[in-house]
């Protein structure tokens, strides 16, 4: 059966797991965050998890290189005159 209990958000955005609910948990053990709409779920982090954060990572790293060539690149066209027997 699920537990259910109430927690506060402190000013830090930290909040405190009740301590019946922390059985299992200890002191930097990860947790996975996953919100939607107005639902959070807090989940002990394994390996799957874990692998699953390193993979979203890397993607948001990737978007910004992509996006950051992708500026690089206007720029630099912008700046690029074609020869004429190019146009």
């Known amino acids: 059966m699920a537990e259910v209990n109430i ?7 930290q909040v405190v797991i009740p301590l019946e609910m922390r059985k299992g948990l200890k002191e ?4 996975l965050v996953i919100k939607n709409e107005e639902t959070i779920i807090l989940r002990k982090a394994g390996s799957l998890e874990k692998k699953f954060v390193k993979d979203f ?3 948001k790293k990737i978007k910004a ?3 950051k060539h992708e500026k690089t690149e206007v720029k630099k066209e912008e700046e690029f005159k074609y020869p004429s027997y190019l146009r």
């Open 28 to 31: 930097g053990d990860k947790l």
């Open 7 to 13: 927690t506060r958000l402190s000013t830090k955005g």
């Open 57 to 59: 990572e890397n993607a």
């Open 65 to 67: 290189s992509i996006e």
